[in-house]
């Protein structure tokens, strides 16, 4: 069995982001425990070569644990993928691969990476027919991100990519049913941050086109591949500037031209999604269609405080064909406090909300009265409370919420009428920001 190794190095200046952030959560084991089943032979494999390990956790992904099994090659049985560290050297992390046959474990190839941390692992089919494992982890600066990937088969490879971006995203660009590389890189020097596609032909990945991100993008900081709109799919990208404000821009492949594009890029579309809020883009509404969020102040007449007016967020997907956005879901962004509250559609246009206490957020009609636009009736008021305080014995609000920290509660200042609340309005409506339901208005 032949092992290939390829090196490729890429010149990327050495520019600080956030995206790379990185430590072994793993726990400090020199001696690890006696495993048990399919774990205790991979161990076993490990220790034949000798000397005392500990194993090595990736930090974020879909599989975080130091041993992965998967399904490979598609036969009957599992692969494993392991990755740990010898105690002589920690700055080299090594990665075991295993192949099940007649229910053992057999030594399939080991690599190494010169990292003392990873990133994430994951799986992805770049044109072979079968699975690849893609390794990321830090480059030699805090802006650089490294990946290498692992090919199985006759041949069973290595390909590193050293300081090739700052971030990645992996998904099928051009329709060919197999998945790519897309790599994003910051600026140097005079080059702007630019997002380059890799695809795969034979297992190898081959740069096939590029385009520019804007060059006030400092750091990425929330990456996903799915549709765009029901037509197109691609990355969005969420990343922020050097003041720490968000935008968002979107990453698909363009049929005609034959190359990857960022259409909000081209026509500043991008100035639309600007916000203060960390807020990132998500699918709302579990259609499969990624939502970006356009914030905005929500209506407050000239002589008010607009330091105490609340956002809306219009969650929006971008339509590639019009060039325009379709808003799905409306929400008051109480950012502040640390959570949203989803709009029904009857009131999206005719409310506006206050911060109307340190911890507490109001809700009110805007209507026209003597032809002026004014806030009246107050409808809703929301507060947050400390949990480690909260006493449910005296405080009388019903609660809407709850997590780690804080508890919030409500009250409905106004019950009669069209636009009157109901608890399970408010309860159903109202999510946590730092909650994963974020991604559902109805939970």
Request: with cysteine; aromatic share 8%; glycine share 6%.
């Amino acid at each position: 069995m032949k092992i290939r190794r390829v090196i490729i190095a890429a010149a990327i200046c050495l520019i600080m982001t956030g995206c790379n952030s990185l430590s072994l959560n793993g726990p400090d084991i020199l001696s690890p425990p006696k495993a048990e089943g399919n774990q205790a032979e991979i161990q076993e494999l490990i220790q034949k070569s000798g000397g005392k390990y500990e194993m090595v956790y990736p930090e974020n992904g879909e599989f975080k644990s130091s041993v992965v099994f998967r399904n490979l090659d598609e036969d009957e049985d599992e692969e494993a993928v392991a990755m740990f560290a010898r105690d002589r050297d920690k700055d080299i992390i090594n990665i075991l691969i295993a192949d099940k046959k007649n229910d053992d474990y057999t030594l399939l190839m080991e690599g190494s990476i010169h990292a003392s941390k990873i990133d994430c692992v994951e799986f992805a089919d770049f044109g072979t027919g079968a699975e690849q494992i893609l390794i990321s982890y830090p480059g030699s600066s805090a802006a650089l991100q490294s990946l290498t990937m692992f090919t199985l088969g006759d041949e069973c490879t290595q390909d590193d990519m050293i300081n090739i971006c700052a971030a990645h995203v992996v998904g099928d660009y051009n329709g060919d049913q197999t998945e790519d590389l897309l790599t994003l890189a910051l600026a140097d020097g005079e080059n702007l941050p630019t997002a380059r596609l890799y695809i795969g032909k034979e297992g190898q990945l081959e740069e096939q086109s590029s385009c520019e991100i804007s060059s006030q993008v400092k750091a990425y900081v929330s990456l996903s591949f799915g549709k765009i709109c029901d037509e197109v799919s691609g990355a969005v990208v969420d990343a922020t500037d050097a003041d720490g404000n968000y935008s968002t821009q979107i990453i698909c492949y363009d049929y005609n031209a034959r190359s990857v594009i960022n259409p909000l890029y081209v026509n500043e579309g991008y100035e639309k999604t600007k916000r203060a809020a960390a807020v990132c883009s998500a699918d709302i509404d579990r259609d499969g269609v990624i939502e970006i969020p356009l914030c905005e102040p929500m209506e407050y007449s000239a002589n008010e405080d607009d330091a105490t007016v609340c956002d809306r967020i219009d969650w929006s997907s971008y339509q590639y064909t019009q060039a325009s956005f379709d808003v799905k879901q409306s929400a008051i962004l109480c950012d502040k406090l640390g959570f949203l509250l989803n709009l029904p559609p009857e009131h999206a246009d005719i409310v506006t909300a206050r911060y109307t206490g340190e911890n507490t957020m109001s809700v009110y009609l805007w209507e026209y009265k003597r032809n002026s636009p004014e806030r009246s009736t107050k409808l809703l008021t929301v507060k947050r409370y400390d949990k480690e305080s909260y006493d449910a014995n005296t405080v009388l609000e019903a609660v809407a919420a709850e997590n780690n920290t804080h508890v919030y509660t409500y009250v409905i200042d106004t019950e009669e009428g069209y636009y009157g609340y109901t608890d399970d309005e408010v309860k159903n409506n109202l999510v946590l920001i730092e909650d994963p339901t974020i991604d559902d208005p109805q939970k």
